[in-house]
Nanobody, 119 residues
Framework: QVQLVESGGGLVQAGGSLRLSCSAS????????MSWYRQAPGKQRDLVAA???????NYADSVKGRFTISRDSSRNTLYLQMNSLDPEDTAVYYC?????????????WGHGNQVTVSE
């Protein structure tokens, strides 16, 4: 059973920084994609940043230059360093893992972590 546990959210003033962590437990392929999504009240859940196990990363335009996604594969942990935070970044942030198995694609989600950026 794969589980994702996020930590590191909270309240910060505009211009500040936070770092989110996502610890993955259980057995899964080393070939995977781990991502951060976020969902603001009344809005859809959107991709923030993704990290492919081979090293490729990509970002939503709205966070490029401010957020950095990284992973520690030895600890099965994903990070999101968020700098120059803006009130528009306020949302619940979710960790996401996608792996291909013999039974097909499997998706896993964390419980979500609130990030609130005040004016």
């Amino acid at each position: 059973q794969v589980q994702l546990v996020e930590s590191g959210g909270g309240l910060v003033q505009a211009g500040g920084s936070l770092r989110l962590s996502c610890s993955a437990s259980g057995s899964f392929s080393a070939a995977n994609v781990m991502s951060w999504y976020r969902q603001a009240p009344g809005k859809q859940r959107d991709l923030v940043a993704a990290s492919v196990s081979g090293g490729t990363t990509n970002y939503a335009d709205s966070v490029k230059g401010r957020f950095t996604i990284s992973r520690d594969s030895s600890r099965n942990t994903l990070y999101l360093q968020m700098n120059s935070l803006d009130p528009e970044d306020t949302a619940v942030y979710y960790c996401h893992l996608v792996v291909e198995t013999t039974a097909g694609r499997r998706d896993y989600w964390g419980h979500g972590n609130q990030v609130t950026v005040s004016e």
